[in-house]
């Protein structure tokens, strides 16, 4: 293999396929990545990605497409740069940047967004290939870039990127090049740039009808390209097109026509033309543009026969111009620029053909621009598009669109603005319409209009009318002939052109004649009528403009045609009117006098228009005499002062001519001042009439007047010399206006001046230079007695002096010397009082900065300290003065520093240090006190700015030492370091400025840098050191470092590559400078702590790691000091704490931080044997709350919110634990916040009920931690949390807790403050809980036990099962389903063993979930005592700790008959670290126990769980007798008529044999147990077959005896084999005592001796509902799991607990009490007490989730009419039906038992007393559905 060879030509390259490295060295590639390449070998490239460079390898050089490069040397580094245009990089650099958001938003699903950035991306895209291509012409280039980079911003705004800012050319403004002020002008621009775009996008309809685009605004001149492709019509003749421009409001054609001669076969008549139809309508103005609507129109004329239809033998007239049709386009949008035009896009133009012939074209025109048809495909193929500028403009700029032969239509009228030089002399004639009367014919004649443009001796002049653009002139006009119309509308525009000398002897003559159709007749027909008009009239002027209504002569034809019998007679009606004025005509024919045979047509009359476009012909009689003055110089003085009565327009349109005639008369009156006044008056009213808003244009034209044209060399004296007297005369405050139009005109007159004298310094080669300059100053000294006067009068004049003589400096420092010239210009500002025209004074002076003169630094010497002492007053009330004033005062300082910090100004140390004295203090302090809303701070800072960048180090040292004392030395410093301070935390300006902040933080890091350096000279000794000084110093260089703009690692690749190639990471820079400083303090560190261990925290967070590894050891200094000054660091302990809490919640630190901190302090240590205990004590501590916070900041990004609770606990935990109470406080609410988010108000509860332990019931004032809502004591901020925590405990349906906070606050108001009132309240709330308890119902939640196993897991999950509270009605797979979409990467287990260490130690996430019983806790308090079930079943639900999850298993042989015999139960016990409900709705299971039941004990517990259920049944059927008797009637004869081997006798089968009691001997007690539970389910059954009698109805009585016989046999043959026992009388009514002896009995025997600490004790929910229908008696019960009892029996008593129940012997009846449990309001209701109590009928295991294995064994038990069955064995029942194995009786049986007898147990039958202890234990089933767990209590 050859070796690697360092490249030199592929250096950079893009590349074009991904690449997947298969190799430790190679080089992960992405398509679009660029890579820079360093060496080469055998087809490889090595290098490294342009994003990173710190990704590098190698990777296939086939993979890469390379790009030309330009290598540029920056010292000893080759910095390697694409040679590709600036433009097509930054298209690149955006796409790549655009792509990445692009994809982040599709991922997020933001659609809209997605779009719009996709049809961005896709339009630069394609703009960049046009780049590329290299093919654009220039004018479509500029026009291109102008769009791209537009784009470019407006997606960057829109993604919330940095704004771009370019120079005028778009190009990207380095910062480095460009001053700060010229940046922030940057910004300014393209921000507004940018908003309008914005704007523009976001607004679907345009509003304003005549916006015009930007770039069409900024000419003057607008042009529109059209080059006709095809016309399709079928003619069949030759046709003429008529193409113009048309405005549809105004009813008129705007250009000249341009002319396109159609032939019969679909082609020009001039092939040549064919796709070479090309015209440009030109000397369009913004005035055009802005019409509402402007259309494109074709007016086609058919030439040939008089009717296409004609079939006649007879020979048709031919050559007759015929109306047929139009075509109209509205194209308002392209030429205005709304609609992107381009030379490829074709548009069709429709064609609309003459109907009638009363249609004349003109009328056409306006029907279709109302009304759309169908055109049939007849029509005008065009492409259109709008141009800028004049047509010598566009000739350079769109060469391929416009070229020689492209034909110019001009518009009909002048363009905005007439150069000089620029001779128009067109006259524009339109027909108008006639009225022709018939005479003696019968029909109406066919009028065609001939006309010529005759001499005065009436010879025709040839060639000198043109009819459209781009056809050859002619020399007779024909009109269009319209059929037999009496008052024909023309409306034919042409054009007339003849030589301007010949005009005056030029006049149109109009022939009128009739055509017929047919030829012979056409022949003999004769001119009936003739008209004529002169062109000029006598006094020189041409015809005015407008319509003329022409007298229409009749006659002989050939006297007619004779110029002498009628160019002598008037020619228009008006004239003729005038002339005979009191005669009235008759309307028959009148001769005329003179008239040569010719009588005037009365009936008859003929209109036309005219409309001249001349630059030398004028209509107005004054301007004509002005402009031929020599030919009447009597009326000179007349004509000069009539001037200024002339119409502005008609002056402007001659402008050269007039100023040469103004100037002519001044010069050959050199040697007089006749005239002088009245020409410079007239030359002020001229310049005048251009400054005018509607003449602006012409100021260009004025300009090249003066460049070119003007001639007169001695002007300027007399100028100077009138303007001197104005100005002599204005002191005096007399002539105000005429002064005041001269000032404003003050600009252009001393353009002509200087004009003028240069002229004549180049004639005589500099004579009178000194008289000249003498003349110019004795002028600025009139100019200064004008300021210096004091009449109110002058104030204008003032005024108009400040504005407007700035605008001379130009021209005049030519001819005059520049320091001369500042010195004049200081004396007239001088001659200003200080407090006077201050806004003006400071304008003026801004135009002179913007000046060549201010560039040169002799004049600055002069003008700038006058500046300076103006500004310093005006900024010095800058927060307070009008708003103008203060931006512009901002706007001349900002000038100044811009022209100060160009290169080509010359010295300007001086200047900036004259600056720096005057006004940075006078700029800070306005900063400072001007609001950060304020419309001026952005400009205000960047001012600030601006000086501090031009400062170098002896500016600042100079500046420093201007300060005399050490008290304004640190004051200085004090404001400047608050001022960054507070300008780095909150920017003024907008985010997206980045250049502009970027720019600013460097200037700021040099300053902060300079000042600590004096800081360090001056303050750091004992006897100066200033703390608060450099406490300040610190903050500000802390903020500077931590600010968010320069947290490199928050922005994309892209942006943080361009901050460090242009400003390198400047953290790194004042980070090392801290630091430096730090250790400099000495003994003053402890000045510092533990102020700055925030601060310094901060800054170590900042994940650059050699900062880190250079100012971590700051902290071990901050140690060592503290332990040095007081023995300990506790301060700086607990000041770390508290700030490394609040720093890594927002976003500070990671992983390496931790370790860094830890390695680096713990290094630190070892060197100091004394303090490493205490310091590794320390780390330990940080490195606990750092891992705690570093979880809790993991998951609060989370959606889930059980992981930020338990992160949340975690960390109060800890604060608890170390003992900071703040902290602990401040997440409890936290916790509390996350509570009611998810609606958790029990946990919220007991978050709240932890802050208020740590308050006392006293009248001490809170620690600061603790105010929460102002300054109280603990007492009152005690007893608001309680009561948030009651309505909270309230809303969880924890009423118990709530009684509890009750009683404490009762209490207090009973006992301590002694309000009786509020405690009056608290009892009725209190008492309202306990009804609460009693009648409202609270479904039971279940409990389920999750394990996340594998590494896949944050810590804190890791490995560990937790045992949850699901929320009311929640089922596991809900539960489990929310759980799963939090991991949704997690597996599923689909068992419940625990798994092994091959999970556990997995790279994946496992899950397994599985429901759990809670093992009941019986308060003390209610132990051995009558307890309600509503009571007792809180407790069954709540404050638990131990829950049990079991599942049967087989063991030993299996008997096919009885399975109960090999049934095992093995049960697993969690213990939570905390009881449940606490502070979270989960807790850690830290311990967990096994345990095994073995069959006999299970059967123990089913028996036991249906004596519960029948004594339960019996409690509510007594109760409420409302409740319907199906649900007991089918549990009291599922027990007494059970299936075949149903009901106990499976039990008998499987235990009570001698087998059985041989081989378990160490069961004797426990079957004993068992025999007394079958014994006890007698006496329960006949209560509730008694109470069933009772309620039964007479269609069931049938039903009933028959249950009544069942239960006799069954009585008979159990008291028979297990002794009699009894219970009291169920009839028994009301006794004294308040409780029934049932309810008595019930709850010694059963309930309370359930709450006895078995590990069985809470019964699950009931399954799905089921109804019950008196047809049906036959249900599947499932079966319960019973309880556990622990009992002792003695004589004849009962001994549960403390307490002791005798038991009768006799059945001797006794008065039955009517004390029942109270039931639930919501068991009142018959259809829900139906569904709840049929559901109460089905016992489950509590097993519900499947084992998978195929060892699993389906258990069966007999039909549901069977007492809860033990599987495998039968007890065979008197009168019992056989068994029946059905689907329906298999169940699952995982319960049991346990019994222990006392050994003192004597007979109970002959005594008569058994001592019971019933626990309850139901379980679920795996194949029904999670019950209700309120339903099940009865």
């Not at 919501?1722 to 097993?1743: I, V």
Request: charge should be neutral; hydrophobic fraction near 35%.
């Amino acid at each position: 293999m050859a070796p690697w060879a360092r490249t030199t030509t592929e250096r950079y390259g893009v590349v074009k396929w991904n690449f997947v490295p298969k190799g430790e060295k190679q080089l992960f590639l992405e398509v679009g990545d660029a890579v820079h390449i360093q060496e080469v070998c055998d087809g490889w490239y090595r290098g490294y990605l342009v994003r990173n460079k710190a990704q590098q390898g190698v990777f296939p050089a086939s993979f890469v497409h390379l790009k030309e490069v330009i290598i540029e040397k920056r010292g000893d580094e080759e910095v390697v740069v694409s040679a590709e245009m600036p433009l097509v990089k930054e298209v690149t650099t955006t796409l790549r940047e655009w792509g990445s958001i692009w994809k982040q938003l599709y991922v997020a699903n933001k659609q809209i967004r997605v779009k719009q950035v996709q049809v961005l991306m896709l339009e630069l895209m394609e703009w960049r290939s046009q780049l590329l291509s290299g093919t654009l012409p220039s004018d479509e280039f500029k026009e291109l870039k102008q769009k791209v980079t537009s784009k470019i911003d407006y997606g960057n705004k829109i993604l919330e990127l940095d704004q771009v800012v370019r120079d005028e050319d778009g190009n990207i403004l380095d910062p480095e090049r460009a001053s700060v002020i010229s940046l922030f002008r940057a910004h300014e621009e393209a921000t507004a740039k940018i908003n309008d775009r914005i704007k523009e996008e976001q607004s679907d309809i345009q509003t304003d009808h005549s916006g015009i685009s930007a770039r069409l605004q900024s000419s003057p001149t607008h042009s529109l390209y059209v080059f006709v492709r095809n016309f399709v019509c079928r003619i069949g003749e030759d046709s003429e097109l008529f193409m113009s421009l048309y405005d549809p409001i105004k009813q008129t054609i705007i250009s000249e026509n341009y002319l396109v001669r159609w032939g019969s076969k679909g082609f020009p008549k001039e092939i040549d033309m064919l796709n070479n139809l090309k015209v440009v309508f030109t000397d369009l103005g913004n005035k055009d543009l802005s019409r509402e609507k402007i259309y494109l129109i074709c007016q086609i004329v058919r030439v040939g026969r008089m009717d296409l239809k004609e079939t006649t033998s007879k020979k048709s007239t031919q050559g007759l111009r015929r109306p047929f049709g139009v075509a109209v386009m509205d194209i308002s949008d392209i030429i205005k620029g709304k609609t992107e035009s381009d030379e490829e896009k074709q548009f069709f133009i429709p064609f609309f053909p003459i109907v009638a012939e009363n249609d004349f074209l003109h009328t056409l025109l306006n029907k279709v621009t109302n009304l759309r048809g169908d055109s049939g495909g007849q029509g005008l193929w065009v492409t259109l598009k709008a141009l800028v500028g004049d047509i010598v403009q566009i000739r350079k700029e769109y060469p391929h669109l416009v070229d020689r032969s492209t034909v110019v239509a001009r518009k009909l009228g002048f363009p905005e603005i007439i150069m000089p030089g620029d001779v128009r002399n067109d006259i524009y004639l339109t027909l108008q319409g006639g009225d022709f009367d018939k005479y003696n014919k019968t029909t109406q004649k066919n009028v065609e209009v001939i006309m010529w443009v005759c001499d005065e001796e009436g010879k025709i002049i040839q060639n000198s009318i043109c009819l459209g653009a781009g056809d050859k002139a002619v020399s007779e006009y024909r009109s269009v002939i319209y059929y037999q119309i009496k008052q024909p509308r023309w409306m034919e525009t042409f054009k007339v052109a003849v030589p301007l000398e010949e005009m005056h002897k030029i006049h149109l003559r109009f022939m009128f004649r009739h055509r017929s159709s047919q030829e012979s007749k056409d022949k003999s027909e004769k001119n009936f009528a003739m008209a004529f008009v002169r062109l000029m009239k006598d006094d020189g002027t041409v015809l005015q403009d407008g319509p003329h209504d022409l007298v229409v002569f009749k006659g002989d034809s050939k006297r007619m045609e004779d110029v002498n019998c009628y160019l002598k007679l008037t020619s228009t009606r008006q004239q003729h009117s005038d002339l005979h004025r009191g005669t009235m005509l008759s309307r028959s024919s009148s001769s005329v006098s003179g008239g040569g045979g010719l009588s005037v047509s009365s009936r008859d009359s003929f209109t036309i228009s005219t409309l001249v476009c001349s630059t030398k012909l004028t209509q107005n009689v004054g301007l004509l005499g002005l402009l031929k003055w020599r030919t009447r110089p009597d009326s000179l003085e007349n004509n000069l002062e009539n001037l200024k009565m002339i119409d502005g327009e008609e002056v402007v349109k001659f402008l050269q001519d007039t100023l040469d005639a103004l100037f002519n008369i001044m010069m050959e009156h050199s040697q007089s001042d006749k005239y002088d006044i009245l020409v410079f008056d007239a030359l002020i009213y001229i310049i005048g009439l251009i400054a005018d808003r509607k003449f602006q244009h012409f100021n260009t034209v004025l300009e090249a007047y003066i460049k070119q044209h003007f001639s007169a060399t001695l002007a300027y004296k007399k100028l100077m010399s009138v303007l001197k007297k104005y100005l002599d005369v204005s002191s005096d405050g007399e002539q105000f206006e005429p002064i005041l139009r001269t000032l404003k005109a003050l600009e252009y007159i001393f353009k002509f001046i200087v004009r003028s004298r240069m002229l004549y310094s180049q004639l005589y080669e500099g004579k009178e230079q000194a008289e000249f300059e003498e003349s110019l100053r004795r002028l600025f000294e009139s100019i200064n007695n004008l300021m210096i006067a004091g009449q109110d009068r002058t104030v204008l004049l003032k005024v108009a002096a400040l504005k407007y003589l700035p605008t001379v400096l130009h021209d005049v420092e030519k001819v005059f010397d520049a320091k001369l010239l500042s010195e004049l210009l200081h004396d007239f500002y001088s001659c200003i009082s200080p407090d006077n025209l201050q806004k003006q004074k400071v304008c003026s002076m801004t135009k002179i900065v913007s000046s060549r003169l201010f560039q040169r630094q002799e004049c600055r010497d002069v003008l700038l300290p006058m500046m300076l002492r103006e500004l310093s007053g005006a900024l010095a009330s800058m927060a307070d003065g009008p708003h103008d004033e203060r931006r512009m005062s901002l706007e001349l300082l900002n000038n100044i520093l811009e022209v100060l910090s160009r290169d080509n100004v010359g010295e300007t140390f001086q200047h900036i240090q004259d600056i720096v004295v005057s006004l940075l203090g006078i700029i800070n302090r306005t900063v400072v006190t001007m609001g950060r809303e304020h419309a001026l701070i952005s400009r205000v800072v960047a001012c600030m700015t601006a000086i501090l960048s031009q400062m170098d180090d002896r500016h600042y040292s100079t500046y420093i030492e201007t300060f005399t004392g050490t008290s304004d030395l640190v004051d200085f410093l004090m404001e400047s370091f608050l001022l960054f301070k507070d300008l780095i935390g909150e920017h003024v300006y907008s985010s997206d400025w980045m250049a502009m902040i970027m720019v600013q933080n460097r200037v700021f890091l040099r300053a902060i840098n300079t000042y600590a350096d004096t800081m360090n000279q001056k303050f750091l000794n004992n006897d100066d050191f200033e703390v608060q000084l450099w406490n300040n110093y610190f903050h500000l260089a802390v903020a500077f470092i931590t600010q968010e703009s320069l947290q490199l690692q928050h922005f994309s690749p892209t942006k943080r590559n361009k901050i460090l190639a242009k400003y390198g990471d400047m953290r790194r820079l004042i980070g090392f400078a801290i630091r430096d400083i730090w250790y400099k303090l000495g003994s003053h560190k402890i000045c510092f702590i533990p102020g700055m261990v925030g601060p310094i925290l901060e800054m170590t967070l900042i994940p650059e790691e050699e900062l880190r590894r250079a100012t971590i050891p700051i902290f071990f200094d901050m140690i060592t000091c503290e332990h040095a000054h007081s023995g300990n660091f506790h301060k700086f302990e607990n000041e770390i704490i508290l700030k490394l809490d609040h720093e890594v919640e927002g976003g500070g630190g990671d992983e390496r931080y931790m370790q860094l901190l830890e390695t680096i302090l713990l290094d630190c240590a070892a060197e100091k044997p004394t303090l490493r205990p205490q310091v590794q004590h320390f780390v330990s501590l940080v490195k606990g709350l750092l891992v705690r916070l570093l979880d809790y900041r993991t998951v609060m990004s989370d959606d889930s919110r059980n992981n930020r609770m338990s992160c949340t606990v975690n960390l109060l935990n800890f604060y608890k634990d170390i003992n900071r109470e703040g902290m602990y406080i401040r997440y409890l609410y936290k916790l509390r916040d996350l509570h009611l988010e998810g609606e958790n108000y029990t946990e919220a509860a007991y978050t709240l009920l932890l802050h208020s332990r740590l308050l006392k019931w006293s009248d001490d004032m809170c620690s600061p931690q603790f105010e929460f809502h102002g300054s109280q004591t603990q007492r009152q901020l005690k007893e608001t949390l309680y009561d948030t925590i009651i309505d909270y405990f309230d809303k969880g349906k924890m009423w118990e807790e709530a009684i509890t906070l009750c009683k404490e606050l009762a209490e207090q108001y009973e006992n301590e403050i002694f309000d009786y009132e509020l405690l009056g309240k608290r009892l009725e709330k209190q008492a309202k809980f306990y009804e609460n308890i009693m009648k409202i119902l609270r479904p039971k939640p279940d409990y389920f036990a999750v394990g996340y196993y594998g590494q896949g897991y944050p810590p804190f999950l890791r490995n560990r099962v937790f045992i949850h509270r699901g929320k009311e009605y929640e089922r596991r797979e809900d539960f489990q389903n929310q759980l799963m979409s939090q991991f949704p990467s997690s597996v599923r287990l689909n068992t419940t063993t625990m798994p092994g260490e091959d999970i556990r130690n997995s790279p994946l996430q496992y899950i397994q979930c599985f429901t759990v019983q809670p093992v009941l806790e019986i308060p003390p308090r209610l132990k051995n005592k009558p307890v309600p079930d509503q009571i007792i079943n809180f407790y069954k639900s709540n404050y638990v700790q131990r829950f049990h999850y079991s599942r049967p298993v087989r063991k030993g042989p299996v008997d096919p008959n009885n399975e109960f015999a090999s049934m095992w139960i093995e049960r697993t016990t969690f213990t939570t670290v905390y009881k449940l409900p606490g502070i979270l709705r989960w807790f850690e299971a830290t311990d967990t126990k096994h345990t095994t039941l073995s069959p006999l004990e299970n059967a123990i517990e089913t028996m036991e769980s249906t004596n519960e259920k029948i004594l339960t049944m019996i409690n509510q059927y007594q109760a409420d007798w409302s409740l319907p008797i199906n649900p007991l009637s089918m549990l009291l004869n599922g027990i007494v008529d059970p299936a075949v081997m149903g009901g106990f006798a499976k039990y008998e089968k499987a235990f009570f044999t001698d087998e059985y009691t041989h081989q378990h001997q160490e069961d004797r007690d426990k079957l004993l147990r068992l025999k007394d539970l079958i014994a006890w389910q007698i006496p329960l059954l006949g209560g509730g077959i008694a109470l069933h009698g009772k309620r039964v109805t007479d269609d069931l009585r049938p039903f009933h005896d028959r249950m009544e016989e069942c239960f006799r046999q069954l009585r008979k043959k159990v008291e028979k084999e297990y002794g009699v026992r009894e219970l009291p009388d169920m009839d028994e009514r009301k006794s004294s005592r308040p409780r029934s002896m049932l309810r008595s009995i019930r709850q010694s025997i059963i309930s309370i001796s359930s709450l006895q600490g078995s590990e069985c004790g809470t019964p699950t929910k009931s399954h799905a509902d089921r109804d019950f229908s008196t047809e049906s008696w036959t249900s599947t019960l499932p079966r319960s799991s019973g309880s556990v009892s622990m009992c002792t029996v003695e004589d004849g008593v009962v001994t549960v607990g403390d307490a002791e129940v005798k038991l009768r012997k006799s059945k001797k009846k006794k008065k039955r009490s009517s004390m029942i449990f109270i039931t639930e309001e919501r068991e009142r209701t018959s259809t829900l007490d139906c569904k709840r109590l049929s559901k109460k009928q089905e016992f489950r295991s509590d097993t519900n989730l499947s084992e998978p294995n195929e060892g699993n064994v389906l258990l069966t038990n007999a039909n549901s009419r069977s007492l809860p069955a033990i599987t495998g064995l039968s007890l065979t029942v008197v009168g019992a039906a056989e068994e029946v194995d059905t689907p329906r009786g298999r169940r699952d049986s995982k319960s049991m038992s346990v019994c222990v007898t006392s050994d003192r147990t004597a007979d109970r039958r002959s005594k008569g007393v058994i001592n019971l202890l019933f626990k309850t234990k139901s379980s679920k089933s795996e194949d029904v559905k999670p019950r209700d767990p309120a339903k099940d209590s009865f």
